[in-house]
């Protein structure tokens, strides 16, 4: 029992994806993405999101993030987030490294949401001035959200809709993509594409592979050329790529990364009910997937850390703390820490 | 039997390398390279080359050269590297946009190596101007070259020497460097710091990785910081660092990556012995691992390649191939190799 | 009678400043900045600041700027600044394109002003998550202000005082340099480096000159060689360097800056009495040069236009508008603009 | 009497130009590009070379060539330019850092010439590796070339026919453009876009400006925006723009341009006829301008130097060195000159 609900990024590999990797392994196979793993991606996720799909395949959601980002986005253009946004905040700005300067722009939101008012506003605030200004040019909204929240689809078709106002691409970071979808119970299309997002991040290392995450462009495309070139410049053309896309095909096949998912998100649940029940501690917002941010006493998170719970204090802050639940967390070890919880109460 | 003998990056992972990945997936491990695995590249590396070793792991060959070179040149410094240099003429340009448009330049020199006097030659050419020349920064050597040699330890140290003379770093991209120390015969050392080599690529996706290089740099530094920056705003600091770490630490334990990296030399170098005996095919330099450069008839490449066999004609060219032997070639494949060589003489 | 109180950017050069174009346009001088007016730079702004001062001239304040904090920021460094810094809002992402990447850090603040308890908070939000994070480098404040007030020596040096808390380097875009000089009262030393101003984008192009600018370095410094190679690379090092030269010579002479900064200064005074004086009109922030920000009616507004003054009026709005007094706005336009105003009541 | 043959880039303004200056220092006028002169660039250079052209004023060559070079080329692409072309030479990758990390190919020829078949050939070995290479995208040649030879109307033409049998655009660094346009006695059009020239950079600050030169931009185009945006993001739009697009009229009204350049082309003519009358010296190339290249003993340019002359030993050389004359150079300096070189026999 490992109690561990510090991040999802701290589980190990799933046992189908391990055996993907066993598969691709057995023999020769041609490099840099040449290979009969790779050339079925585009044909495979096209079938998953059920329209015409681009697949960047690399093995970081920073480079995801990054290509897609510079790929639709000059450098004299800006992307508005929410303020709290990874790619914002997180990632010591490699969206301006991929975009030679390109500018992140905040946007306010409770829950780590943007919302449409918001978002328009603050476009508006920064057109105008012509060739002095940033060129506002894409809005990327993170799925699940770092506040642990999830965009229904009719709030992503609204944010969408925003940026369409004014000629603005939409990306989706979906990091948790999978937990989202798992979570909303709607189809991969309906928070992405058919909800306006013209580029996607479809995060896989987090639930479950080593290291593979696919950059989704949807529709008909001219964007493959950049993108390409933004992957070999930066280096995540691997040599040996059958790995990455023998890894997102087995991950998608037969909804296995719906079952992970669905996984962590039960575990979470239960936690949630757990935090609800408790006299002291809350939700800091509104959990919705397998993310789940607690606010409490210092000597709370203490006394759960006595009893061999890992979890992450959020930083700058001694009552605030994240609890992630991933693919390989058991029920046992959700039964542990809620009794943990309810012990230090 | 396979009969491919197009390059070591279209060969599977080793097995020792796929049981490190086994060993490292079988629990929760800390994200972004602060996992046990990781912890132990600097110790490991420095006792492999006998000297402090500081290590940053990552995913490609290009990343690994992009960080080395971003991190000791300016975006006003030169690189001096052979005209033919993987840098230089297969990376897309990587290192200019790791250094912010850095330049390369390519220095002439048989059999794929710079030497001395050459290299002093341009680097002076491209000195004393000021203000508006760039200024020789660092050179690159690549370990074995592009031409399929090996530079000896006092070549090496010469070209180093050249580079001290005018304050210039050393890197050496070593690609297939455990093809060169196993041709060599030598220590680690002897072919990179111990010969003047500051930052080293050292690879190992060629040699039975899936997926896995280390930056090396040698001595006391204050370049980790810079280094673990670019890593991070490039999208190279996996989330699962554990991974790529693993398969590392695997590689140099107990040899393995000498074992690997002699058996294929060992195939090459009877291939070398049929092309000598060949009465039309010739090597195009002097073949001192395992990538073998062969000028014959158009006509006898098509006999081989009806034959079945795998190789790559070079591009531009009809009448020089490039044979790559790697640690699964086995000696019945490179007989039949040999054997389809005679007959088509 | 020109009643062009739109911006100073608008007013032509002075006499003086054109007497310095004639002088040097005599014969043949060196170019590239080896001329003998280039060469009395260090010397000349050594003693007016009193201090080793390294001068690099370029002819856009833009450039100054972004030279200035690509010299000492790298590119995973932040910039903090007033949220409504020029830097910021009104250079199109200079700062982000001479710094590779460099990010831009809005800071709040009344009457344009930073103050140090919020730029402190703003730092130490900013610290603490490794290379995941921008690392925080860089200050930079405008003087005179985005919203026309003057920085007191005191409130730079708690500024600068802050910064250096954090080891952060401290930049000030003087643009109106020498208006907020000839405000304060103070020596050159005062409003810089003697309040721990490291750097000073000196402004000289709004304030008489053609197209001139400074960047100076104060104190022993290493930055030459970078600040040089930065103009160079971002084709700021003019072949005929002497002109700009010759106009920073002229206008730093015999206190001509502030000579002609006192005069427009002077008439932002009168200005600011008229406002003050009347029923509806008010000063936006507390005026303290020669920017004169001012709240009214639309209707007011139009009157005024009507009367033939030209103001501006501020993006987004319709009831703020800015006026702006040069050197060389007659005392007669002051009272026709005064007057106007008074009877647009 | 001045006898400084060491650059055009030495020589003051000119009247008609100093004039320009005075006429447009008359009064306000709007700022950023946005004033009447400005205003009336595009007419003025579509009437002169008798086609639509977009004009993009700014203060250096450098800058006038990084925006046209970065207007068109992607990070990735390549650019083939005269291997002593100043763009690859002297302006320490400014198109480098323009184009974040475009490539710069040097290509052979004599006399400082491209010719068809080089750059053919350097193309089409760039071409073929697909994501792995630059892209080549652009050709750029210097008019009157780093040699001081001239291309003829023919031989552009044939580089850009070149250019387009690959789909590449053609760009010409005009920093002598006038002196071209006087030797070949054609029309400025017959030198640049009915010969294929795409864009060019038109130097004024050699032949009588202070600081001017024109990006042109010709027939219809979507690259105002893009050139716009580098130029501001570069610190190169200034706020007194009027002053550089007043020069840049008067330069080209009633054929000044033509009438300064001629005058120097004719002063260099006598010394080239000196050059050939003399024992020992010779000229290094086909002299076609104002700047002459010539070969001689170390003692033979000892002694003019001792005699008074001041010209340009070429740097890496003691027996190779550089002659140039200006607007300004007057007939007794030129003779004085050619008597100097006589008696030096």
Known sequence: MELNFRSDNEAPAAGKILDSLLE???RTAWSYGEDQWSNRLDGA??????????????STGTAANSIALACVTPPWGSVFCHRGAHI??????????????????GVDGENGKMVAAHLRESIRRSVGHGVHSYQPTTISMTQITEAGTVYEPAEIAALSAVAKEFQLTTHMDGAR???AVAALGCSPADSSWASGVDLLSFGASKNGCFGAEALLIF???????????LRKRSGHLLSKMRYVSAQLLAYIEDG?????????????????????????????????ANEIFVRWTPAGFAALEKAGIQFFLWPGYDDLARFVFSFQTTEEETVTLCEALRRSG
């Open 88 to 105: 914002l905040t997180d990632e010591c700005g490699a969206p301006e490294f991929f975009g030679n300067g390109l500018r992140m722009v």
């Open 177 to 179: 993509f999978a937990n």
């Open 45 to 58: 996720f096209s079938e998953l999101f059920g329209t015409q799909t681009t697949v960047i395949p690399v």
């Open 256 to 288: 296995l990364w719906l079952e992970l998912a669905g996984h962590a998100n039960r575990q979470a649940a239960q936690f949630v009910e757990a935090v609800k029940a408790h006299p002291e501690a809350r939700l800091e917002s509104t959990a919705g």
């Open 219 to 229: 529709g008909e495309t001219n964007l493959r050329e950049r993108a390409e070139r």
């Open 24 to 26: 691709a392994n057995r």
